[in-house]
């Protein structure tokens, strides 16, 4: 900028700060939140002291005060590590009780007689440790809550975690690793001073100490850790074969008698000699918890460590277990977070990225800005809808946030900061990875087919697309895909770019001699992800359907297609195609390209979950010769596909049935008997409804066996339950 800009934007500044400070102080009706009017005032603190000539005793701001591993190996988790749904307001955390009060029974269970435990939610990463009577013998990462990395040898050399417990225990427990402020901030000193990039904040710091190789590095790295649940626990401190385990996102104290509540978990857990937080609390109602809530919101600045949040449990054990969990997160607690940093930054530019399904999304190219810890530097506009919307235009001025913490995105414009050289943003014609027209996809009809529904998003309509193969390889080769160590965004760029990866399967084939000229690429490096690729070669049939980037093909969808052609389950015309006995017709990698490309978009959408759009999209996907062709040189290549072991044979009288458990089971655990149902062809429920096939009851069974005998419903004893899943 030059001087004249520089004196337009201070004198902006000030106007606009002063007009703020009346809001907020005088009429008390402020429009922008304290963190976005700080990022304004920070800005023009900056120019007022870069900038001395324009210094002014009336501006605002005079009231202003001044020894090494290889790799980590991966494990699975005994127990899914799922994650709380997220709260950001009073209205969702009213929402989440009705829910809970609706499933639990309103007429026999009030909100007055349900207490909630509230626990500070630590800004670190989550941690799985395993010991075997009182000794510590595992520590694993989170990962995808499937599968995680073993970090033992670094989780060692954590002071606060206790290499033997008080008592002979063998128990799996959760908590949260993290590192304090100071700790931050005596690393960066050093990083600064040694020339290295500094952490952004004490999350990435916590996370890239704990997957250090060396474990020295992690040692001489002052981390913590505070833990907050026991998933599973036997003997010693509770008694011979005492047990707590988590039940369909619940937990049971099965046969214990000792835990009830969700805070003498925390007291148990400080006993055996971990490291609890102690600003835990126990509220009676959602006004309580809400208090709790804004206390903390105001004293966190004042905490060593970081939060963004609270985190709200239901204080009964009996409880959590009545309400179970959804497929990805335990019904009985939700994190309840902070509001979003909101700050103040310029658009630079914008440019539009296309994506693996060819979708054009507009990102947002910012005047770097700290937000709620991070640099950022980019925000997604998401569609031409949202940018008209928000009448965004390049070379505005704006206060952006993060959703959740998580996403970058644009709150609203300053429209007073506008100088008339701003420029309103269009979408390309074009897609500008390849020249090929875009244009919006047609959703359907309404209004009696008079008008038509179309996308928000504008797609490419060229199949051959540069830019989404090069997209369809970052996806492919991600941590829910081929999950290949050391083959990151920028890497697969570097090798498109370089054209020695073409589409997915010409991963398989490179050589440590294709590598090695590359500038990113040492004899080392190079020789790790060779050897990455061929291990990334065997891999699960629902994994490998997700990493081939097909369009409207999730994680979830990807798992509901393999589950029902291994289970023979497709049902209708398919069953001539050579599907119809499963496992036996589906064996490998070979069998996929026989069998997929002769089913139709109608007879795919007979598998429950599959709608018409991803019905078309994999009739359209596996009948392209193009894919075809990239599916038998991965079989060239060395791709196995490896089946699920135990998938229940056509004849199961389970399959596609629907179980609900209920009460106390006494021969297995609640994991173990879903274990047994799934492996049998059937699905799960949490809530007795008509379309529910069995109830299985175990002792102190709750409503829902009054329920099921209502609606006419088969109940099974454990002994029954055995023998129909066996």
């Not at 009705?98 to 939610?121: A, F, H, V, W």
């Not at 050093?190 to 990435?204: I, V």
């Not at 939700?334 to 507009?362: C, H, N, W």
């Not at 980019?378 to 959703?403: F, M, P, S, Y």
């Amino acid at each position: 900028m030059n001087s004249s800009q520089i004196r337009d934007r201070v004198e902006k500044l000030r106007a606009e700060l002063s007009r703020h400070q009346r809001l907020y102080y005088a009429l008390d009706a402020p429009e922008i939140s304290d963190t976005a009017y700080d990022s304004l005032m920070t800005e023009l603190l900056s120019l007022e002291r870069d900038f001395p000539e324009f210094d002014s005793p009336m501006s605002p701001s005079k009231r202003v005060g001044a020894a090494p591993l290889d790799s980590f190996e991966k494990v699975r988790h005994e127990i899914a590590q799922r994650s709380f749904d997220d709260a950001f307001d009073a209205d969702d955390m009213r929402k989440w009780e009705e829910r809970n009060m609706k499933m639990l029974g309103k007429s026999t269970l009030t909100p007055e007689l349900i207490q909630y435990d509230c626990e500070l939610k630590i800004d670190g990463l989550k941690i799985v440790l395993t010991y075997e009577r009182g000794v510590l013998v595992r520590a694993v990462t989170r990962g995808d809550g499937m599968v995680g990395e073993d970090v033992t040898q670094n989780v060692r050399t954590i002071s606060s975690i206790p290499l033997q417990l008080t008592a002979p225990v063998t128990a799996i427990v959760a908590g949260e690793i993290w590192l304090s402020k100071r700790e931050l901030e005596r690393l960066n000193t050093e990083r600064k001073h040694n020339g290295q990039p500094l952490f952004a904040n004490t999350r990435n710091a916590a996370a890239g100490s704990l997957r250090q190789l060396d474990s020295r590095v992690t040692a001489a790295r002052k981390l913590s850790s505070f833990l907050y649940d026991i998933e599973r626990i036997e003997g010693g401190i509770l008694g011979a074969e005492s047990e707590v385990s988590e039940m369909d996102g619940g937990k049971s104290d099965s046969g214990m008698g000792a835990l009830k509540k969700q805070t003498e978990e925390l007291k148990l857990l400080k006993q055996l000699g971990f490291k609890v937080n102690s600003e835990f609390r126990v509220c009676g109602s959602l006004e309580e918890v809400a208090a709790y809530y804004a206390e903390w919101n105001k004293k966190r600045a004042e905490l060593d460590y970081e939060i963004d949040g609270i985190v709200v449990k239901i204080e009964s054990l009996a409880l959590q277990d009545r309400l179970g969990a959804t497929g990805k997160a335990p019904r009985w607690g939700i994190a309840y977070k902070f509001p979003a940093e909101e700050v103040s930054t310029v658009i630079e530019s914008i440019a539009v990225q296309v994506g693996r399904t060819g979708a054009l999304t507009p990102v947002a190219h910012l005047c770097p800005v700290r937000v709620a810890g991070s640099m950022v530097s980019r925000a997604t506009l998401h569609n031409e809808d949202e940018v008209r919307r928000l009448d965004i235009r390049i070379g505005d001025t704006v206060i952006i946030r993060k959703a959740g913490d998580v996403i970058p995105e644009i709150v609203r414009v300053l429209e007073n900061f506008r100088t008339g050289e701003e420029k309103i943003f269009h979408m390309p014609k074009v897609c500008p990875a390849c020249g090929s027209p875009v244009a919006r996809e047609a959703l359907g009809r309404v209004d009696k087919g008079l008008s038509e529904v179309q996308s928000a998003a504008y797609y490419c309509s060229s199949p051959n697309c540069s830019a989404t193969e090069k997209e369809k390889i970052v996806h492919a080769v991600g941590r829910k895909g081929f999950d290949i160590s050391g083959f990151g965004e920028k890497v697969a760029e570097q090798l498109f770019e370089e054209g020695l990866v073409a589409n997915i399967s010409d991963i398989f084939e490179l050589k440590e001699g294709d590598l090695e000229p590359l500038s990113r690429f040492a004899e080392k490096s190079a020789g790790n992800l060779v050897t990455a690729i061929r291990e990334s070669r065997s891999i699960a049939f629902p994994k490998f359907l997700f990493a081939l980037g097909i369009r409207h093909v999730g994680e979830e969808t990807a798992y509901l297609i393999a589950t029902t052609i291994q289970n023979g389950a497709l049902g209708g015309k398919t069953e001539k195609l050579g599907v119809g006995n499963g496992r036996d017709d589906m064996k490998n990698l070979t069998d996929i390209i026989r069998i997929f490309p002769k089913i139709s978009a109608g007879e795919w959408t007979h598998i429950k979950g599959i709608g018409e759009k991803a019905g078309e999209s994999l009739s359209a996907w596996f009948t392209n010769p193009k894919n075809i062709d990239c599916l038998l040189r991965m079989k060239q290549f060395g791709v196995e596909v490896v089946l699920e072991e135990n998938i229940a044979s056509p004849e199961s009288a389970v399959i596609g049935k629907t179980f609900v458990l209920t009460g106390e089971l006494a021969r297995f655990t609640r994991d173990e008997a879903k274990d047994m149902i799934r492996k049998s062809g059937g699905n799960i429920s949490s809530s007795v409804s008509k379309k529910t096939d069995f109830v299985v009851s175990g002792s102190d069974p709750g409503s829902k066996l009054e329920k099921a005998r209502v609606l006419g419903i088969r109940i099974l004893n454990e002994e029954e339950f055995a023998e129909l899943v066996k």
